[in-house]
């Protein structure tokens, strides 16, 4: 009877044993089992930032690519203004031509395109243009030649001061002017009027410069309206002096399609300013220097 017993307690230790031993493994083998789950879910984490960073990373590439190619695409967006680059392009002519007479403002009324210049000559004759294109473009760059200038300076050197006045075109004398119906412009200007087959002129004179503003009458085109703006921006902006006699400015009041016209002579040079805008034609000859 007691070596029943005996062996009915070894048996229960042993499986109690057996039992213990299972429930640790299990819990090892869970305990595993949720390090390796962990240890997943951290590399799914891991892995979708990291393809989150890629996509973003992609994402803001593409855009900035597709903003450069816009903005090559359009060419309207200058990281260097107009006036900056007016600025490099006379001190690069002065370095070649010496201290010749330079526009030092644009003449535009805004920065939209890049202004480019090109120019030929010596510092006796030169001729400079200025075009607006959608690429920047350095000095005298060849393709400058198939841009259409909106402001072209020119210096002519003649063999004497009375020569450089003798070739200043179309000045009215006197005598040509009086006996004219006039018209009051303002500011204690007098001006004379002609017209003749559906053509009107007004003429008109401040210090040594004569102006004649022609207008197509028959094209409803205003000649008496347009010289009193002229006169208006004279009280703003001074003209460069002629040496003697008269420097001539002659105006169209269609702006774009005759080019408005500044001559005048210093010294034995005859310089001539032409744009296709009576404002920009003002400003750019008042900064002359």
Not at 124 to 144: C, M, R
């Amino acid at each position: 009877m007691k070596g029943k017993i005996l062996i009915m307690l070894a048996a229960s230790l042993l499986l109690t044993g057996c039992s213990q031993s299972n429930k640790s493994t299990s819990s090892e083998s869970a305990a595993g089992s949720s390090k390796v789950s962990q240890k997943s879910s951290s590399s799914k984490k891991a892995s979708s930032k990291s393809s989150s960073v890629k996509k973003s990373a992609s994402s803001s590439s593409t855009s900035k690519s597709r903003s450069s190619a816009s903005s090559k695409a359009s060419g309207w967006n200058q990281t260097t203004s107009n006036a900056a680059r007016l600025s490099t392009f006379n001190s690069e002519i002065k370095k070649q031509l010496g201290s010749v007479l330079l526009p030092s403002v644009t003449g535009l009324a805004s920065d939209s395109g890049y202004l480019n210049v090109r120019y030929s000559g010596n510092s006796s004759s030169y001729t400079v243009y200025y075009s607006v294109g959608y690429a920047a473009k350095t000095l005298n760059d060849p393709s400058l030649s198939g841009q259409t200038p909106y402001l072209v300076l020119t210096k002519r050197t003649y063999a004497s001061a009375s020569a450089a006045q003798a070739a200043v075109e179309n000045v009215q004398s006197k005598s040509n002017l009086q006996g004219l119906p006039t018209t009051n412009l303002g500011s204690g200007i007098t001006a004379w009027t002609d017209a003749g087959a559906g053509q009107r002129y007004v003429t008109f004179n401040e210090g040594n410069w004569q102006f004649t503003v022609h207008g197509a009458a028959v094209n409803g085109e205003d000649a008496e309206a347009t010289a009193k703006n002229l006169v208006a921006l004279l009280n703003s902006y001074y003209l460069p002096a002629p040496d003697k006699g008269k420097g001539t400015f002659e105006v169209s009041v269609a702006d774009g399609e005759t080019p408005q016209t500044l001559t005048w002579a210093k010294g034995s040079s005859l310089y001539k300013l032409q744009a296709h805008s009576t404002d920009t034609l003002i400003k750019t000859a008042a900064s002359l220097k």
